[in-house]
């Protein structure tokens, strides 16, 4: 086997660890014992079934961290693997192994960042943290919004933020996230009175009634979005009712929505709208809310222009800035009044089997890592 990069050793052996959500299979202790050796203090944060740590490394100053997760999704058939999805090859200049892209290459990459930066700039002005969770691609419960509450209780300073998610969608660097939508379902049930067709007045039909509001609510203009995020849209997911047979009005109607909103939106004007127009319509309903999180955004300013510049010294491109994509743990962080965007490997193959990932772009990115804190703590050209 020929001489792997510092990258691509840490992404082989962090790959090799089973780490199926909530699972961490020793991951984060892996990247703890790199970090206590160049000087992190290590607080470990666990909550239920996962594992998380938040490591900090300075004194005072501006504090950049960097967030991920160490769970990845489940492989789906092993034999419609190449390789076996813990056992990483890398095959004509592809790395394979689940977690490749998502995200064990960015966590490598950041360590080996961290590690050169501090071996260069051993008494660096500011602060680098990392946090780290093993709940990111599970319910999103235990993990980085658990951190993220110690930390705000205890008034800790989070300026920065980069997400190793993995953001780029043809090269490594061509898309930077620097914000998500936010989103929430709707889980609808209206009821009428089941009855024989042939005596509709003696029933309630609840297709007939829902079918005006849903419409209405499909209708409806919510905003224009802004020049970051497009409109919000409402979507239905779901929609049952009927008994099977022809001759029954049915006695309930289910459906499922679910919102893709802009920062100009939150979810309780939204909500209130929705009841309004269920209301207007006379619906006699129960609807259950499931809130997957608020949009956040930032805007271009010194985390933008730094990492930025790090993609074109490095990658010689200059990425586009998007909010595209799900929902990330950075809408937990955002909330930290911290500027946050996601920087990561191409994403072409990310919750499938065979995930891979060109292995030069992990040392590529592991570069731009360490040129962004460069950017960050040395060059006094960049704005606030
Ligand atoms: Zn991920």
Known sequence: MTLLSPTLELAFDLISRPSVTPEDAGCQDVMIKRLEKIGFSVEKMPFGDVKNFYAKRGKSGPNICFAGHTDVVPTGPEANWKV?????????????????????????????????????????????SFLITSDEEGPFVDGTTRVVDKLMERGEKVDWCIVGEPSSTNTLGDIIKNGRRGSFSGDLTIYGKQGHVAYPHLAINPIHLSVPAITELTNTHWDDGNEFFPPTSFQVSNINAGTGATNVVPGTLHTQFNLRFSSELNFAAIKEKIIQVLDKHQLNYDIQWTYNGEPFLTRPGKLVDAITLAVEQTANITPELSTSGGTSDGRFIAKLGTQVVELGPVNATIHQVNESVEAESLNQLAIIYQRTLENLFLNNTLTK
Do not use: C, W
Not at 87 to 97: A, F
Not at 107 to 120: G, H, P, R, S, Y
């Open 84 to 128: 076996p999805p813990f056992s990483p090859q890398i095959i004509d200049g592809y790395l394979y192994g689940r977690g490749a892209a998502d995200m064990k290459g960015s966590l490598a990459a950041m360590i080996t960042a961290v590690e050169e930066f501090v071996l260069a700039n051993p008494d660096h002005d500011g602060q680098i």
